[in-house]
């Protein structure tokens, strides 16, 4: 089955303008998290949001976790044109350690100055 | 900050040739991971690793495939006779044992087979 599945697939912004990400997934998870991928480079950890949580901010990211719809959404508000890059969330379905981490395809973001 | 570390950042080979990918995860980490992203698609777990010896593999991990701690502080990923379809960025991950969830990527290596 997939999981993570994000949309949009693509999004183009002003800078300043906020920036909202959605993801589904379809199994039930332990945690989500979401990674940025600036264009061939490495994924940077942003944030981690439990299954028993239903919001969390970082700075000026804010995610939301809906089990019930099996949904998550990122908000990045206020962007800069450094926030151009790719977004992927990944779910951890497991309550064990060291789990694999089942990533979407990830929504490309572009932040114009 | 501690980083995850990777090299090469670039390697070209012939099909059936061997390559070893080598990682450097975060020091206090336990865990360790291999991941693949063929060019224009997902990010695909491959293998994961704890206390010397694999815990968890994907379909794509096959006989091919094997992965290493030689020291306290290397983790490669060796391909014994590449294919045209082992051609991607292979990311290696580490996470921590307090915070088992979060897992640390490297700036990956991209891999061309010929």
């Known amino acids: 089955s997939q999981q993570g599945e994000e949309d949009p697939q693509a999004l183009s912004i002003q800078e300043g303008e906020n920036a909202t990400m959605n993801c589904s997934y379809k199994?039930?998870?332990?945690?989500l998290q979401w990674y940025r991928q600036n264009s061939g480079r490495g994924l940077v950890h942003l944030i981690l949001?439990?299954?028993?949580?239903r919001e969390k901010h970082s700075g000026r990211l804010r995610v939301t976790l809906d089990t019930s719809k099996k949904s998550s959404s990122l908000l990045i508000t206020a962007s800069r044109a450094a926030d151009t890059a790719s977004y992927f969330c990944?779910?951890?379905?497991?309550?064990?350690?060291?789990?694999?981490?089942?990533f979407g395809g990830g929504t490309r973001l572009m932040v114009k100055p | 900050e501690p980083e995850v570390t990777q090299t090469p950042s670039h390697q070209v080979t012939q099909m059936g040739q061997e390559v070893i990918l080598r990682c450097v995860p975060i020091?206090?980490?336990?865990?360790f991971y291999w991941y693949r992203q063929i060019l224009g698609q997902k990010v695909e777990f491959l293998v994961s690793?704890?206390?010397?010896?694999?815990?968890?593999k994907s379909e794509i991990f096959d006989d091919q495939f094997s992965v290493e701690r030689p020291d306290g502080s290397n983790f490669t990923l060796k391909i014994r006779s590449t294919k045209l379809e082992d051609s991607a960025m292979y990311f290696c991950?580490?996470?921590?044992?307090?915070?088992?969830?979060?897992?640390?990527f490297g700036p990956g290596t991209r891999l061309l087979v010929l």
């Open positions: 020091s206090n980490h336990l865990y």
């Open positions: 991950a580490s996470s921590d044992p307090g915070r088992e969830e979060t897992q640390y």
């Open positions: 949001i439990r299954s028993n949580e």
């Open positions: 690793f704890y206390n010397n010896e694999i815990s968890e």
């Open positions: 990944a779910t951890d379905a497991s309550w064990n350690a060291g789990n694999m981490l089942t």
């Open positions: 199994t039930s998870i332990n945690n």
